[in-house]
T-cell receptor
Framework: DTGVSQDPRHKITKRGQNVTFRCDPI?????LYWYRQTLGQGPEFLTY????????KSRLLSDRFSAERPKGSFSTLEIQRTEQGDSAMYLC??????????????FGSGTRLTVV | SQQGEEDPQALSIQEGENATMNCSYK?????LQWYRQNSGRGLVHLIL?????REKHSGRLRVTLDTSKKSSSLLITASRAADTASYFC???????????????FGQGTILTVHP
C-alpha cells in the first residue's frame, strides 16, 4: 500500500445530480473515516466504519448522504440531489484500532466537489 | 461546540525563525494530534501526544500539552519555506478506552515562511 486513495480528485456536478466518491484505505487498517472540509475550516466528521459496520454518522449529515464499506475494504460516499452547500473537500482517512494507534490517521488527498 | 480553537489564525515569519501555534479545547481528551495540510491536499500526521504526556519531540517539532489548561502548543524550530502550510490540532475526546478514536479538529493556523 502506498497510502489512502480517493477517487475522483475533482468532481463538478450540476445541482440536483447524484455523486459517488470512493476511498481505498490502507489494507490493514480496520477503521475508516469520512470528513468534509470547507475553505478556511478544519475537517468536520461525517461518518466512521469499523470493518464493514458503520458505527457513527454525524448529525450534520442529512439523509441525502449515505456511505458504505462492503466487506470492510473500500468505502463509497454518495450524495443524492446535490446542493450548492455540498461543495467542499471530502476527505477519507484510515487507522488501526484505537488502542494501537501510534501515528494517527492516514488521510487521502481528498475529492473536491463543486456543485454548480 | 467541542471543536478546538487555534491561535493565531495566521502566522507569517522569515526562514530560520521559530513558529509557535496554540490549540485549546473544552473537554477531556485521550490524545491530541497535530496535522499539516498543504494547499488543496490531504492532511499529513505530524505528531501525537497522549493525555499523560507533557512534551514530545520529533525532529524540528516540539509539542506540549497542558491538560489542566486544556491547551497544546506546536513549535517548529528553524522554519523553512517548505513548512508553509496550514496546521491543525485534532483531539480524541474521552479519557477512557471506549473511544473509537474519532478526531475533532481545530480551525487551523495558516503558516507562511518567507525565504
Amino acid at each position: 500500500d502506498t497510502g489512502v486513495s480517493q477517487d475522483p480528485r475533482h468532481k463538478i456536478t450540476k445541482r440536483g445530480q447524484n455523486v459517488t466518491f470512493r476511498c481505498d484505505p490502507i489494507s490493514e487498517h480496520n477503521r475508516l473515516y469520512w470528513y468534509r472540509q470547507t475553505l478556511g475550516q478544519g475537517p468536520e466528521f461525517l461518518t466512521y466504519f469499523q470493518n464493514e459496520a458503520q458505527l457513527e454518522k454525524s448529525r450534520l449529515l442529512s439523509d441525502r448522504f449515505s456511505a458504505e464499506r462492503p466487506k470492510g475494504s473500500f468505502s463509497t460516499l454518495e450524495i443524492q440531489r446535490t446542493e450548492q452547500g455540498d461543495s467542499a473537500m471530502y476527505l477519507c482517512a484510515s487507522s488501526l484500532a484505537y488502542d494501537r494507534v501510534l501515528g494517527g490517521y492516514t488521510f487521502g488527498s481528498g475529492t473536491r466537489l463543486t456543485v454548480v | 461546540s467541542q471543536q478546538g480553537e487555534e491561535d493565531p489564525q495566521a502566522l507569517s515569519i522569515q526562514e530560520g525563525e521559530n513558529a509557535t501555534m496554540n490549540c485549546s479545547y473544552k473537554t477531556s481528551i485521550n490524545n491530541l494530534q497535530w496535522y499539516r495540510q498543504n494547499s488543496g491536499r490531504g492532511l499529513v500526521h505530524l505528531i501525537l501526544i497522549r493525555s499523560n504526556e507533557r512534551e514530545k519531540h520529533s525532529g524540528r517539532l516540539r509539542v506540549t500539552l497542558d491538560t489542566s489548561k486544556k491547551s497544546s502548543s506546536l513549535l517548529i524550530t528553524a522554519s523553512r519555506a517548505a513548512d508553509t502550510a496550514s496546521y491543525f490540532c485534532a483531539f480524541v475526546i474521552g479519557a477512557g478506552g471506549t473511544s473509537y478514536g474519532k478526531l475533532t479538529f481545530g480551525q487551523g493556523t495558516i503558516l507562511t515562511v518567507h525565504p
